[in-house]
């Protein structure tokens, strides 16, 4: 007969948090988390065949927040299109473990310059590379960038967030 050890009493204490919370166990859950994924979260397809998933939390006095999931990567954006500025924050999502923060950063949205954040400084083959924002003079686009590697998956592209 074998018996079945915790996590917890294998990895020392306070060192390492699973992400038991992604969880959906109640079936009346599971419905509902999946009429949200349906009616809530786009599906975009890009050029090059690539898919992401966008969610869009808000959009209230001219400020958007919108999540943005590509691969293992998520992007959450908090832009004020009044004022121009705009908060980046890059999480992984390390399988059993969860969402790790890899970088954040906070700026002004200007014509013909990029917030860009690096995050090559993460262990391992976790993660490495860039994601950013700028705005695209021509069209008044704020467009969402990335070139990075995270667990072995590569992804290179863009996508438009919101017109100012």
């Known amino acids: 007969m074998s018996s079945l050890t915790s996590p917890s009493t294998m ?6 948090s699973f992400a038991a919370d ?4 109640n079936a009346e859950d599971i419905t509902l988390n999946l009429k949200f994924f349906r009616e809530c979260i786009e599906k975009v397809k890009l050029d090059d ?7 869009q939390t808000s959009a209230v006095d001219s400020v958007i927040v919108k999540k943005i999931v590509i691969g293992p990567v998520e ?18 999502d390390v399988p059993i ?4 923060l890899l970088a954040q950063a906070m700026g002004a949205l200007k014509f013909n310059s990029d917030i860009e954040v690096d995050f090559n400084v993460t262990p391992g083959d976790m993660a490495s ?6 705005i695209d003079a ?25 017109h100012i």
């Open 11 to 16: 990895i020392a204490s306070g060192k390492i």
């Open 22 to 25: 992604h969880a959906v166990k």
């Open 49 to 55: 065949g690539q898919v992401i998933y966008v969610l």
């Open 75 to 92: 992007v959450d954006l908090t832009i004020d299109t009044n004022a121009l500025t705009i908060t980046v924050q890059i999480y992984v």
């Open 97 to 100: 473990i969860g969402p790790h």
């Open 129 to 134: 590379g860039v994601a950013g924002i700028k």
């Open 138 to 162: 021509t069209t008044n686009d704020v467009v969402l960038f990335w070139d990075f590697t995270s667990l072995g998956i590569e992804k290179k592209g863009s996508h438009v967030i919101c």
